[in-house]
Structure formats: C-alpha cells, structure tokens
C-alpha cells in the first residue's frame, strides 16, 4: 500500500524569507503523480503544485517549486519569498493506479511579519 | 476555470433533522467525490461518482447519503446524524478515474457542519 509520510507537523518563517516543507512516500508503482494542496483558514484545498512521476524536470508554479527525487521518493516543496498570505496546512498527496488520493498528516506553514 | 461551489457554508443541525448538502462544477469534469475532514486532518474519502454513478462507497454509515442527479452536480443528504458527524465536508471534481493527469482533483470551499 501506498503511505505518504510529513514529518513536520509546524514549520515557521520570516515574511520574505524561504521555506522548504518535507514530503516523503512509499510506492511500487512506477506511474503516478504527486501533489501539494494548501488549505488557509478559510478552508479551501487549494491545489499548489503537481508532479508527473514520469518527468525529471521539477514542477515550479512562480513562488512554489518543488525538489523531486523518484529513487529516494521524496518530494518536498519550496516556497520562495514567503508571504503573509502563504500561511496554511500543507498537505503532500499522491494518486497512482487506483485513483485515490493519498494524503500526509499535514505541515502548519506559520509566517512571521 | 477551476471552480467548485458548495452550499452552505455553515449548517447547524439536530440529531433527529434531515438536511443535505450540496456541491456543484461546470469544469465538465466526469468524476466528483464527498470528503470529510476533521480539524488539523487531512481530507478522509466518503464516496466517489464517476460518470453518476457510484463506484466508491467507504464503508460510511448510511446516515450519510450521496446522489448525483446529474454532472455537475453532487448532494449528500443527512439524516439522523451523530456529534461526532460534525466536520468538515469537502466536494472535489476531477475529468476522469481514468489515471494520470485527468484524476487531478480540484476542491469546493466546503461546508462545517456542526450536529448538536
């Protein structure tokens, strides 16, 4: 079975400043996609950032990018001159043959002004 | 346009009520799904409908009652609901099941259901 695994439950960073969430997981299948959601207080899941197993490149989305590296199946997500507005859970998910997603328990992203 | 509506926002409902919740997309997406999520949780599955019909039940009690009429659109109606029912309900939408990029699920804005 497939496991996702955020093994930090809170990070902080200055406004500005960079910060790199963690996101490691467990498959065999060699086709599927990764994801980075973000949920502010307002609720909404919001899709980040998503990664095709199959492509080396790294996915970037202007401030988000992430650091793909298939053999080691970790998939972290960097975010770049971090904003107020960055502030949420962060949750790493992955989808291959069957569909579903697969969630981690979640990163609290807190910025400090 | 990546747009999923939920109504409503908030709902407020006794043990012995009857309510449902509703969702809706006109991204022409062919698979949506019902979700419920507890506070600092990530997202747990309830049921998927793909092309209306459903093809995922997880095991959730039968309080909870998914339909999908048609499309674009998805309820969940409740009945006889429990406290520990009270969380939030997230609606996503996806092209397909199919596999690969078309199962990138897009989500509404959700609604807090609180059971007394």
């Known amino acids: 079975a497939q496991t996702v695994t955020q093994s930090q439950p809170e990070m902080s960073v200055q406004e500005a400043e960079t910060v790199t969430l963690s996101c490691t997981y467990d498959t065999s299948e060699s086709d599927y996609y990764l994801f980075w959601y973000k949920q502010p207080p307002s609720r909404q899941m919001i899709l980040v950032i998503r990664q095709e197993a199959y492509k080396q490149q790294n996915a970037t989305e202007n401030r988000f990018s992430v650091n793909f590296q298939k053999a080691a199946k970790s998939f972290s997500l960097k975010i770049s001159d971090s904003q107020l507005g960055d502030a949420a859970m962060y949750f790493c998910?992955?989808?291959?043959?069957?569909?579903?997603?697969?969630w981690g328990a979640g990163t609290k992203l807190i910025i400090k002004p | 346009d990546t747009e999923v509506t939920q109504t409503p926002k908030h709902l407020v409902m006794g043990m012995t009520n009857k309510k449902s919740l509703k969702c809706e997309q006109h991204m022409g997406h062919r698979a949506m799904y019902w979700y419920k999520q507890k506070a600092k949780k990530p997202p747990e599955l309830m049921f998927v409908y793909s092309y209306e019909k459903l093809s995922i039940n997880e095991s959730v009690p039968s309080r909870f009652s998914p339909e999908c009429p048609n499309s674009s659109l998805l309820n969940l109606h409740l009945h006889a609901l429990q406290p520990e029912d009270s969380a939030l309900y997230l609606c996503?939408?996806?092209?397909?099941?199919?596999?690969?990029?078309?199962?990138?699920?897009?989500f509404g804005p959700g609604t807090r259901l609180t059971v007394l």
């Open positions: 998910a992955y989808i291959g043959s069957n569909y579903q997603l697969i």
């Open positions: 996503a939408s996806s092209q397909t099941t199919s596999g690969g990029n078309t199962d990138t699920q897009y």
